[in-house]
């Protein structure tokens, strides 16, 4: 079955596809799809909002099950933020290099025991019936203070996951090894075993 997935991003959608392709599910960008989507506005101050907004337009426009993430970064030194506007924390366009520069800024001095945070994302599933999904992922970590690797995307140059304790940033992880422990990938996993039990 075919589900749509409301972003340009193809690293997202591979990181979907991978984990969802077992249920028999493919995850198709809308120009995959044959059809336009709308940019939504993210107008929401949760990152369940957001995705909600975004799966449930690309769902109305598409007729397709429609699958949408919000995630970003959430600093505890920071209160929180950027959280749900880490894509665009330096101001629009949106600029990974202009956004880790930024967040280094904000932390300069700070000491490593607070510099603490969690990658966030909810990623939201909307049907044409109106049944919608929800699912929660966090991967805890801290900031580093240079940027190291050349993998995965935003802030994952930056970021240390706990699991591999110091030694390694979520930019040199591979695919197999950010998809056991990513923000994103325990939310797929977790959105793909509700899906799972929609379709038996």
Known sequence: MDYIIATHNMKKRDELQRILSPLGIRVLLAEEAGVELSDVEETGTTFEENAFLKAESGCRESGMPCLADDSGIAVDYLGGAPGVYSARYAGEPCDDDANNAKLFRELDGVPDEQRGAAYVSVVCCVY????????????????????IGNGGFGYDPMFYPVEYNGKKTMAQLTAAEKDAISHRGKAVREIAKQIGEIKE
């Open 128 to 147: 044409p019936d109106g049944r919608k999904l929800f699912a929660r992922g966090e991967c805890r970590g801290y900031i580093g203070h240079d940027l």
